[in-house]
Every structure is written in structure tokens, then in C-alpha cells.
């Protein structure tokens, strides 16, 4: 009767600890609520919601994402500047960003691959000869758009000894109506917003050349509770996710 008694003790201990560790992994897989910040100027639309707020599309990427990972979350733009020094301080602690590494190095974790895939063209006319590299704009003329770095491409622009005439345009509907009233030879611009660009207005005999292809990691910041093994458990989910769509630049057509 005693060693029954025994038992019954040892069975309750351990279903309790079951339960508590039960509570535990699954509070740990909730986690707490994570701050998506992503840049208020866009490489991938032109398109603003209700709210005037640019549709980025990741943010359809991060809704299955975070839900399959059973973790709450909220977006947030913000100008670059302050996206950055959110996600060093881990004001924010979540993003998908491009170069991130060398920026956020020693606050953040970054993906092993890639979720999505930024494509910078240079558009021309036809009859022009094609830029696959800086160096090709070389004394010749260009628009650009204000606000975008084209992944350093315009330190070299900017650059006196390359000789290159920079037209900044406003927006990406300002810069092809420019190029199309022969402002300049050449355009840089991403793939996605100039094809809705070109979309609604297409231009006669306009052609591209790709002049760089970037990769998008994920990014989650250290002090995120458990971070190495949300990480891990983000980046299982992401392989699961169809992201041909963010992987694939648009044609021109």
C-alpha cells in the first residue's frame, strides 16, 4: 500500500512537470511581441494603402511567417536611418533587409539564405548600349531617384572623377517621365516598382540591363528571447513558404 502510495506521488510530480514544461515551451514559442521594421521608401512598389503607407510586400511574407511561428507581431516603417538604430537597440527586432550584416554586426542575427532577391536595372533605349556595371556609366548621363543608394552604385556615381550627369528625379513615376522626355540616357531603378511604372505608362523601345542582383535575410536582434532558436525555427518555416514571387524579378513586357 505504501510503495502504491509512492506511486501516485511520483506520477503527480511528474504529470505537474510535464504540464509546467508544457507552459513553458509553448510560452517560449509565443515569445514576446516582435516589432517588424522595414524602410518608408520602397525597392519593391509604388502602391499606398488606405493609410498612405507604401504596400511593402514582405509584410505579406511575415504574416505566415510569424504565425506558423506561433510569435505576435506588428509592422512599423520607419526612414532608414532610425530603422537601423531601432534594431541596434532592439527597439525593433525583426526585419528582412539586404546587406544587412556589416550595419547590424554583433547586435543581430542574420538568415543562412535568402527570402527574397532585389533586382537593380538600368533602363535604356534600344539603340543604346547596355550598362551591366558602374563603371559603364562612365561620362554618360543618368536618373536617378532620390532617397536610394542602388546598393553603393551611387557613391560611384556621385563620384566628380567618373564624370557621370546625375538627374535626380523625385519619385519612380518622375523618373521614367523624365527618361521618356530624353532627360538623360540612362535610368536606375529596381525591377518591381518600374514595372508597375512601365505598366501604366509604357515607353517605346525601352529595354534593360541587370546591373546588380541583391539577397534579403532576415534579420532578428540578440536579445530577443531564445533568438538562436527562433532564428532557427524562422528560417525552417521560411523554406516552407512559397517566395518564388519575391525571389523572381517581373519581366518587362
Same mark, same amino acid.
Given at each position: 500500500?505504501?510503495?502504491?502510495?509512492?506511486?501516485?506521488?511520483?506520477?503527480?510530480?511528474?504529470?505537474?512537470?510535464?504540464?509546467?514544461?508544457?507552459?513553458?515551451?509553448?510560452?517560449?514559442?509565443?515569445?514576446?511581441?516582435?516589432?517588424?521594421?522595414? +524602410? *518608408?521608401?520602397?525597392?519593391? $512598389?509604388? @502602391?499606398?494603402?488606405?493609410?498612405?503607407?507604401? #504596400?511593402?510586400?514582405?509584410?505579406?511574407?511575415? /504574416?505566415?511567417?510569424?504565425? #506558423?511561428?506561433?510569435?505576435?507581431?506588428?509592422?512599423?516603417?520607419? +526612414?532608414?536611418?532610425?530603422?537601423?538604430?531601432?534594431?541596434?537597440?532592439?527597439?525593433?527586432?525583426?526585419?528582412?533587409?539586404?546587406?544587412?550584416?556589416?550595419?547590424?554586426?554583433?547586435?543581430?542575427?542574420?538568415?543562412?539564405?535568402?527570402?527574397?532577391?532585389?533586382?537593380?536595372?538600368?533602363?535604356?533605349?534600344?539603340?543604346?548600349?547596355?550598362?551591366? @556595371?558602374?563603371?559603364?556609366?562612365? /561620362?554618360?548621363?543618368?536618373? =536617378?531617384?532620390?532617397?536610394?543608394?542602388?546598393?553603393?552604385?551611387?557613391?560611384?556615381?556621385?563620384? @566628380?572623377?567618373?564624370?557621370? *550627369?546625375?538627374?535626380?528625379?523625385?519619385?519612380?513615376?518622375?523618373?521614367?517621365?523624365?527618361?521618356?522626355?530624353?532627360?538623360?540616357?540612362?535610368?536606375?531603378?529596381?525591377?518591381?516598382?518600374?514595372?508597375?511604372?512601365?505598366?501604366?505608362?509604357?515607353?517605346? *523601345?525601352? $529595354?534593360?540591363?541587370?546591373? #546588380?542582383?541583391?539577397?534579403?535575410?532576415?534579420?532578428?536582434?540578440?536579445?530577443?528571447?531564445?533568438?538562436?532558436?527562433?532564428?532557427?525555427?524562422?528560417?525552417?518555416?521560411?523554406? =516552407?513558404?512559397? @517566395?518564388?514571387?519575391?525571389?523572381?524579378?517581373?519581366?518587362?513586357?
Amino acid at each position: 500500500m505504501l510503495h502504491f502510495k509512492g506511486w501516485k506521488r511520483t506520477t503527480a510530480t511528474l504529470a505537474l512537470y510535464l504540464s509546467i514544461s508544457i507552459f513553458n515551451s509553448q510560452n517560449a514559442t509565443a515569445g514576446e511581441e516582435i516589432e517588424y521594421a522595414y +524602410p *518608408d521608401i520602397s525597392v519593391w $512598389t509604388t @502602391k499606398h494603402d488606405r493609410n498612405g503607407k507604401l #504596400k511593402n510586400p514582405l509584410v505579406k511574407l511575415a /504574416g505566415p511567417l510569424f504565425e #506558423k511561428a506561433g510569435i505576435s507581431w506588428h509592422p512599423q516603417d520607419y +526612414p532608414a536611418r532610425r530603422m537601423f538604430a531601432n534594431l541596434r537597440d532592439g527597439t525593433s527586432q525583426f526585419s528582412m533587409l539586404v546587406n544587412a550584416e556589416r550595419a547590424l554586426q554583433g547586435c543581430c542575427l542574420v538568415s543562412k539564405e535568402p527570402v527574397a532577391m532585389v533586382e537593380i536595372r538600368v533602363f535604356h533605349k534600344k539603340d543604346s548600349p547596355a550598362i551591366t @556595371k558602374p563603371e559603364d556609366l562612365n /561620362g554618360k548621363s543618368v536618373i =536617378t531617384i532620390r532617397g536610394y543608394s542602388y546598393a553603393g552604385t551611387m557613391k560611384h556615381i556621385q563620384d @566628380k572623377n567618373n564624370r557621370i *550627369d546625375n538627374y535626380l528625379a523625385p519619385s519612380h513615376h518622375a523618373a521614367f517621365e523624365m527618361f521618356a522626355s530624353g532627360r538623360a540616357d540612362y535610368l536606375l531603378d529596381y525591377a518591381f516598382p518600374a514595372a508597375e511604372v512601365l505598366e501604366e505608362h509604357p515607353i517605346k *523601345d525601352i $529595354t534593360y540591363s541587370t546591373l #546588380k542582383q541583391t539577397n534579403i535575410y532576415l534579420i532578428l536582434n540578440k536579445e530577443y528571447p531564445d533568438a538562436e532558436n527562433v532564428m532557427a525555427k524562422l528560417e525552417e518555416i521560411s523554406k =516552407t513558404i512559397d @517566395k518564388d514571387e519575391f525571389l523572381t524579378s517581373p519581366t518587362l513586357k
